[in-house]
T-cell receptor, first 113, second 112 residues
Framework: DTEVTQTPKHLVMGMTNKKSLKCEQH?????MYWYKQKAKKPPELMFV???????INESVPSRFSPECPNSSLLNLHLHALQPEDSALYLC????????????FGSGTRLTVV | GENVEQHPSTLSVQEGDSAVIKCTYS??????FPWYKQELGKGPQLIID?????GEKKDQRIAVTLNKTAKHFSLHITETQPEDSAVYFCAASFGGNNRLAFGKGNQVVVIP
């Protein structure tokens, strides 16, 4: 299995809702990432997990809460989001945290209404 | 942090011609340079990468060259095909944990 699987593919949520994005990989990768991508822009790093521990938080607002239950799973919990948080949320993984190629999922298209 | 400049922002080529995208980076300690292709509705896909101890790498119609002295690297696509139409992102590693900094992306359009 050489894929990163993200669910759901599309999500529409109200500003008072709580939802979660899920990411799964079975490549034995020990680093996992959350990125946010706006239209016609490059991916922006949000969080990095290395060996299931949070290594990097790019000063992301607390309404985004990451979780890494095990080495194959990565979640992003969403609460009280704003319309400007609407974007494509990408999960990625790599062999380890370091100079290695990332495998990206297809993303979750999030719309906040 | 690292700054990666990518140009041109849009590139249109006739099918069969070559396409070249150039990136420059600011951190002389960068040692890993991947290129990603992103098609509409999909996540970025790693297509080729190069490390700082190598000057050039080729994989079928795709090649990457690295000039460490000038701190720039380029993606070369030969014999372009319509399926090469996509947004291409360059990236460079930086920092103690070698995280990636992405360029702004380049829209390549291959005209049949």
């Amino acid at each position: 299995d050489t894929e990163v699987t993200q669910t759901p593919k599309h999500l529409v949520m109200g500003m008072t809702n709580k939802k979660s994005l899920k990411c799964e990989q079975h490549m034995g990768h020990r680093a996992m990432y959350w990125y946010k991508q706006k239209a016609k822009k490059p991916p922006e790093l949000m969080f990095v997990y290395s060996y299931e521990k949070l290594s990097i938080n790019e000063s992301v607002p607390s309404r985004f809460s990451p979780e890494c239950p095990n080495s194959s799973l990565l979640n992003l919990h969403l609460h009280a989001l704003q319309p400007e948080d609407s974007a494509l949320y990408l999960c990625a993984s790599s062999q380890e945290l370091g100079p290695y190629g990332y495998t990206f999922g297809s993303g979750t298209r999030l719309t906040v209404v | 942090g690292e700054n990666v400049e990518q140009h041109p922002s849009t590139l249109s080529v006739q099918e069969g011609d070559s396409a070249v995208i150039k990136c420059t980076y600011s951190d002389s300690a960068s040692n890993y340079f991947p290129w990603y292709k992103q098609e509409l509705g999909k996540g970025p896909q790693l297509i080729i990468d190069i490390r700082s101890n190598v000057g050039e790498k080729k994989d079928q119609r795709i090649a990457v060259t690295l000039n460490k002295t000038a701190k720039h690297f380029s993606l070369h696509i030969t014999e372009t095909q319509p399926e090469d139409s996509a947004v291409y992102f360059c990236a460079a590693s930086f920092g103690g944990n070698n995280r990636l900094a992405f360029g702004k992306g380049n829209q390549v359009v291959v005209i049949p």
